[in-house]
């Protein structure tokens, strides 16, 4: 043991004033805030351009830079962070830099926001601030122009929903240095220039120009690289003067010892030395030291986890030591992990290859561990300490033989090896009155290996499911190389992280070879043990996982052996198990024709609200400020999924701070029985509940905090009651909401079967997962009432204000006319706010109505996913009749959906689904009955496509297994089957002006099909761990709401005596750019300007009755009624503009006035020749169909089941676009969305197969654990192109609907992945059909690539477990 000097002289802190400074703006730090956030401080400052996407630092949205001046780099520090998890005072005596202090509208945008709004890399926009934060930090931070690569890994900690992010890769990879030819000021010229991309709406080198203006008609490809800022302009003359410079006063300024407190007593002390650490540790021995808080903000946000005195040690110079020793590096517990990445970098290129191989193992490991924001902040420390079972460096501490250096108060040192120092769950080897100094890293010896394993669900910024640490140390002897030291450590496992004890005795003093190898596999089966019951689950890939990895440390060793005397070489296809993932740089192609009409129709113009979203400046519904009197509200929620409430106890809730008021069912003015279709819900429960999380009240408090906190104490009595938990239940239950059978067919099933026609008959099942909305923006609503409650109003994040309006109507029982919804603008919907999010603005309404005060809820996102449905899972029992040559003759379809506890649109969901349940096949004689199943979940609800893909996937799974059946390629199938022109359905429409072969054959040349089977089938012949697969899929899609009387659209325009034009409509701008492609309708309509056309909000007092903003028609019926009040007005000028030749609209606006012409007109449209009927089955539901084909080619890894997707080429059918930069933007888009339904987002309920969940919880509930595409997630090269020449004759300027038609064409990459794992089971000679889920996670596509590593696990028919 050792001990530390006490050589600090003056230990006596000396406690100032705490500041910061914000976007250049000193701001004195009030005592007392130790429980806040840097986020909840800058929204409260008003900097509401800093978003709240989730509060646990998954999402990105609350990006800010900070700034700080090292003292002894002497230079000021950069880095970007998540605001949402940052104490407030850990930024004491630092700059905040937020979107706001970037740059805005009046002062000039950054050139960064620039980019980002001309390259349509910003939709709904909510995400937007956090992607131009990242970027600018990196920027700030970077000495020389950041790599493509570095730019795409800044952002791995940054999620949008919307874009697909190749907008944002293009956007931001123009400051990128890969070129120096580009970075001369030429460029920037080119932004007035001919040569501007129309998809992007910057300078591009496609060539291509947007205003040939003699030409109506071009076609443009803009594939190759385009730079229309230069870096130098970013760091140098054009906008140095406008940057906000580091602020003096902190240059000067020493860092002072901090003691603050906060909510609840909380202490926060900042100590600058380590005996003042130690001080403190001495005086509160239960204290939580604290350096990146990324792990205590969850414990304390999420868990709940009180702590009573925080000692933030992030300045403790001791603590923070990186250094190069003789024989390894030192280094301090409070170090960064971004600190030591870049550190540990430097170290490899100074320092031998033998010395290293640790080095670069824990460089690989940070590569895939968090995003940056996290790495900039989350300490080594805190990752040590906090002995996560999952972490990721603490198996490689254990396996490289580091040793930790333990202090206690007095200053006493000890030293434990890592592999010591994990004494159980979350326990470590430290003592109340000691903590972690810092780890000692050796050097590796000659011949010494370390290498790193993680398989997460998704690579980018996820925790691990199993992750490894490993190193051996041969020595040569007599010949052989022996093993003389080892190390098997895995993460994900058990408890703590787990040294393989048995297999490290083993290995140690045996020869390297394959006879080691097996014998090793063997004992490590039973040396590594996960209980069936294990949390977490997926019990037999990590059991899978543990031998894949050692089996590829094998190779890896032996391939950095290779050429040494003894040691066997391994054969060129295996080197396939131990290449390292490389991603290069997105490479995307946008390929469209632009029709102009008129003025603006037709031109690729950038979403109206982009430069607002880019700069912060645009607001959402949790950016409007709560009125002095405003209170918020928080919901008490069923913990049981099906219970009887015995009790309801609020008094402790009453005594909360803060608390004012709680409200049930008996408070309810009006009617407590709600719903959208069918009243069938209650908004708060009164006797029964019938899913965890439904809504039983509502309490207010005077802050979001106090209100959940006395939510949290309403303590309420159950008696619980059997649980419907799956779609097989419900089956089994027969548990379906009433009067939902359905059925729809055409020919005759059974005769067809029975008459010996089909050659071929199979049958099979297919599940297909939920999806959750995962939209940026939580639920919020801001209610208040006028005139003592005799109005209310509302500002709601909606897609459907006409439902807020009419739920509160109801539930206060108020006219609807007294009722007034509005909606600015929406972060994301995708369905998820159809109607759910109605039922939490009538809750909220309640409390505002009876206390006549506003009141604001905003879901916290574990809530909102938890309570607010999702999309829903489906069951298909199929039978299908086909001939030898492929041929379909009969199916015979059972559908099922889980509707969760009430309706909803349940029933509509599952029409569609059996609509769409032919995709693009011609079945002569097709039955399909479908069931509407009641669980004991959260009602599910509207997603994109609205149960189209889940029917299309069924068809496309049945069509896959004859193809298999007959050995013959999908292709082949589905060509042999397509409908085509005239085709009538099965539900008696007939297909006209169908484009589905056209579609087709174009993607097939343009992914020029053949050669790339052949690419794909040479690759796998010569890699044997590693596989291709490609696969091409068509659809079609059916425009319209099926229910007829929703197909209706009302629109206001006012002209302004100035030229100018107000359009109100009842469509919601939620990033899918209806309100601009609307107003280009406008300003064609009156031949002037876009410019000239504004569109405010949508609101209910201006445009009643609207659908809501949903089924993809929204620009044809909006844009149709809008036409039809222009044309309105216009006509009712004429008469003026025929007398005059007027040189400007404004002056022609002004002269209609003067001769009092009504200037403003309402406009109405339905959708014409719709006449579908249940009672017969047959009909029109559809006006017309959008078509369209993708194609997809993936790579697996056979042992570890991750994947990337290498390319994609996706071709639709949009008629001529209203604005294909805005089409083009929801087909990238939707086909990343669908990209995360077929292969990454998988949601977790506590239902049979998860026994691990509480029954009816959902475990998924927030970015953490449900995993939505990344960056890192988008295909290599993503080619977008729009058929051309086809006109659609049925909607408005012969545009086609676009939202949801793209969704289901991801469904290419699940099949490309189904390709490469029938190739990885050929390898073991299982060649027949094999059934996969939806999504085909890594753990799916794992266990389908049976191996000597699945074996001892599994049978052949396993089947990994899915909520459905
Ligand atoms: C979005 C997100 C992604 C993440 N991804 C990953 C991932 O990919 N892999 C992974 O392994 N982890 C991940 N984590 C977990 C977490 O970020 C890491 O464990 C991180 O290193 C914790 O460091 P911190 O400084 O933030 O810890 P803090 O929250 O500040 O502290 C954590 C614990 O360590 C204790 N502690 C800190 N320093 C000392 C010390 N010197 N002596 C004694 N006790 C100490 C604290 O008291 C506390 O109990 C993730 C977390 C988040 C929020
Ligand atoms: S809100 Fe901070 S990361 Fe999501
Ligand atoms: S634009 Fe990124 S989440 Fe909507």
Redesign the pocket.
């Known amino acids: 043991m050792g001990s530390l000097k006490n050589q600090e002289e003056e230990l006596e802190p000396v406690v100032e004033e705490a500041i910061l400074y914000v976007n250049g703006i000193r701001k004195t730090l009030a005592d007392g805030l130790a429980h806040m956030t840097l ?1 909840e401080y800058l929204r409260d400052i008003g900097l509401t351009g800093t ?13 800010v830079m900070v700034s700080h001046y090292d003292k002894n780099l002497k230079k000021c520090m950069h880095y970007a962070i ?4 940052a104490p407030l005072y850990s930024v004491e005596g630092m700059h905040v830099i937020t979107v706001e202090g970037v740059g805005n509208r009046r002062h000039g945008l950054h050139p960064i926001q620039e980019s980002l709004a001309q390259s349509h890399g910003s939709q709904c926009g909510f995400c937007t601030p ?1 992607f131009i934060m990242s970027m600018y930090a990196l920027l700030r931070s970077c000495q020389t122009p950041p790599s493509e690569e570095l730019i795409e890994e800044c952002l791995a ?1 940054n ?1 949008c929903r919307c874009t697909g992010y190749r907008p944002i890769v293009d956007a931001f990879r123009v400051f990128a240095k890969t070129n120096d030819v580009l970075y001369t000021d030429s460029s920037l010229s080119l932004q007035g220039g001919d040569s501007i991309c129309p998809s992007t709406g910057k300078p591009c080198s496609c060539g291509s120009s947007l205003s040939d203006r003699d030409t109506n008609k071009q076609s443009v490809t803009c594939g190759d690289r385009y730079e229309p800022v230069s870096y130098s302009e970013v760091d140098g003359s054009r906008y140095t003067d406008k940057e906000l410079i580091f602020p003096p006063e902190l240059l000067l300024r020493k860092s002072t010892y901090l003691k603050l407190s906060g909510f609840g007593g909380l202490k926060w002390y900042r100590p600058l030395r380590l005996q003042q650490v130690l001080e403190l540790k001495m005086k509160y021995s239960d204290a939580k030291l604290l350096v990146g808080n990324t792990e205590v903000g969850i414990e304390m946000r999420l868990k709940r986890m009180q702590y009573k005195v925080l000692i933030s040690i992030t300045h403790v110079p001791e603590l923070n030591v990186l250094s190069v020793k003789d024989d390894g590096l030192e280094i301090g517990s409070a170090v960064k992990l971004s600190e030591l990445l870049n550190f540990l970098r430097r170290i490899v290129k100074e320092r031998g290859v033998d010395e290293t191989y640790s080095c670069k193992a824990f460089i690989e490991q940070l590569k895939w561990f968090a ?1 940056t ?1 996290i790495k900039n902040v989350a300490s080594v420390g805190g990752n040590i300490c906090t002995a996560s079972p999952i972490s990721d460096l603490n198996p490689l501490w254990m396996a490289a033989g580091a040793k930790f250096q333990i202090i206690n108060c007095k200053g006493n040192i000890r030293t434990v090896l890592a592999e010591n120092f994990f004494l159980g769950y979350r326990k470590v080897d430290l003592t109340q009155g000691e903590i972690l100094l810092s780890v000692f890293l050796p050097w590796t010896r000659s011949f010494e290996f370390v290498k790193e394993f993680k398989q997460a669900h998704r690579r980018d910024d996820d925790i691990a499911l199993v992750n490894a640490g490993m190193r051996v140390h041969l020595e040569e002897k007599g010949g052989k190389w022996v093993i003389s030291d080892a190390s098997i450590v895995y993460g994900g496992v058990a408890p703590l992280s787990l040294s393989a004890l048995k297999t490290k005795e083993f290995l140690i003093g045996k020869c390297w070879n394959q006879e080691l190898l097996q014998d090793a596999l063997k004992i490590l089966q039973k040396d590594i043990i996960i209980n069936e019951d294990a949390p977490g689950g997926m019990v037999e890939f990590r059991k899978s996982l543990t031998l894949s990895f050692f089996f590829k440390f094998f190779l890896w060793v032996s391939h950095q052996m290779d050429g040494k005397k003894s040691v066997e070489s391994i054969g060129l296809s295996h080197l396939s198990a131990i290449q390292s993932f490389h991603r290069p740089p997105v490479i995307g192609s946008q390929d469209y024709e632009v029709i102009k009409h008129g003025t603006a129709v037709g031109s690729p113009e950038v979403h109206l609200s982009a430069r607002l979203q880019v700069t912060g400046e645009a607001e959402y519904t949790d950016d409007v400020p709560i009125p002095p009197s405003g209170l918020h509200a928080a919901l008490i929620l069923s913990r049981k999924a099906h219970a009887r409430i015995l009790s309801i106890d609020d008094s402790e809730a009453k005594a909360s701070p803060g608390f004012a008021g709680i409200f049930l069912a008996k408070d309810v003015p009006g009617d407590n029985k709600i719903g959208p279709v069918v009243v069938d819900e209650e908004l708060f429960a009164t006797e029964f509940v019938t899913c965890v999380g439904q809504v039983i009240g509502v309490v207010v408090g005077d802050t979001h905090e106090n209100a959940k906190l006395a939510a949290r104490k309403v303590h309420i009595d159950y008696e619980e009651l059997p649980a419907i938990l799956s779609i097989q239940d419900a089956i089994n239950a027969k548990s379906f909401h009433p009067n939902t059978e359905k059925c729809l067919g055409k020919g005759n099933v059974d005769l067809c079967f029975q008459s010996g026609q089909c050659d071929k008959i199979l049958e099979g099942e297919v599940q297909v997962g939920g999806q959750e909305h995962f939209y940026l923006e939580p639920n919020s609503s801001l209610i208040w009432t006028m005139d003592c409650g005799n109005e209310v109003h509302m500002i709601s994040s909606t897609q459907a204000p006409q439902k807020h309006q009419k739920y509160i109507a109801h539930v206060l029982d108020l006219p609807m006319s007294k009722v007034v919804c509005k909606t600015k603008r929406i972060g994301g919907g995708f369905g998820g706010k159809e109607t759910r999010s109605a039922f939490l603005a009538a809750a909220a309404s309640v409390p505002s109505y009876l206390l006549n005060r506003p009141v604001k809820i905003t879901l916290d ?1 574990d809530i909102d996913m938890m309570i607010t449905g999702q999309r829903h899972s489906f069951l298909g029992k199929y039978k299908v009749g086909f001939t030898n040559e492929g041929k379909v003759l009969a199916l015979d379809l059972e559908i099922y959906n889980n509707a969760g506890n009430s309706m909803d649109l349940s029933l509509a969901v599952l029409e569609r689904a059996m609509f769409h349940s032919d995709n693009v096949y011609e079945i002569p004689n097709m039955r399909i009955v479908g069931r509407v199943c009641f669980t004991n979940y959260p009602s599910n609800t509207a997603f994109r496509g609205f149960g189209g893909p889940q029917g299309m996937i069924i068809a496309e799974n049945w069509i896959q297994r004859i193809a298999v059946e007959l050995k013959k390629s999908p292709e082949e199938i589905k060509e042999i089957n397509f409908q085509g022109e005239g085709s009538v359905l099965h539900y008696g429409q007939q297909l006209l002006h169908c484009t589905l072969s056209q579609v087709w054959n174009e993607l097939k040349i343009s992914c020029d099909f053949l050669n790339a089977r052949k690419e794909v089938n040479q690759f796998n012949v010569n890699n044997r761990w590693r596989k291709r697969g490609i696969a091409i899929v068509p659809n079609k899609f059916g425009i319209s709401f099926t229910a007829k009387f929703m197909n209706q659209a009302g629109a206001l325009v006012h002209v302004y005596t100035d030229g100018t034009v107000l359009v109100t409509h009842g469509g919601v701008e939620m990033g899918q750019g209806l309100h601009t492609k609307v107003a280009q309708i406008a300003a064609s309509a009156f031949n002037i300007p876009l410019s000239s056309v504004f569109i405010s909000e949508t609101s209910t007092d201006k445009v009643p009755n609207s659908s809501p903003t949903a089924a993809s028609a929204s620009s044809d019926i909006y844009g149709s009624a809008v036409l039809d009040a222009c044309e309105q007005i216009k006509a009712r000028m004429a008469p003026i503009a025929s007398e005059h030749n007027f040189d400007s609209f404004a002056k022609l606006a002004n002269a209609c006035y003067m001769a009092r012409i009504d200037l403003s007109a309402h406009g109405f449209y339905i959708t014409p020749e719709l006449d579908f009927d249940w009672k017969t089955g047959k009909g029109n539901p559809f006006k017309y169909y959008t078509y369209g084909a993708a194609f997809a080619e993936v790579e697996i890894d056979t042992l570890t089941g991750d994947f990337h997707t290498r390319a994609a080429n996706v071709i639709l059918d949009l008629g001529y676009s209203l604005n294909p930069a805005i089409d083009v933007g929801q087909i990238e888009g939707a086909f990343i969305q669908g990209l995360g339904w077929v292969a990454l987002e998988e949601l977790k309920w506590g239902d049979a197969a998860h026994k691990w969940i509480p029954p009816g919880c959902l475990y998924t509930c927030g ?1 953490g654990s449900y995993k939505i595409p990344s960056m890192n997630d988008v295909p290599f090269k993503f080619n977008v192109s729009l058929l051309k020449g086809h006109p659609n004759v049925k909607a408005i300027h012969s545009s086609k609907a676009v939202g949801e038609p793209p969704f289901f064409l991801a469904s290419a990459v699940f099949f490309a992945i189904k390709d490469a794992i029938t190739a990885a089971r050929a390898e073991v000679g299982c060649n027949d059909w094999f059934p996969l889920d939806n999504p085909a996670t890594p753990e799916r596509i794992r266990m389908a690539c049976l191996d000597e590593f699945t074996a001892p696990f599994i049978s052949s028919d396993f089947h990994p477990k899915l909520s459905v």
């Open positions: 986020l978003k709240l996407g989730c509060g646990e630092g998954g999402c990105g949205a609350c990006t998540n605001a949402c998890l956090g900690g999620l995003g924001q996102r970015p």
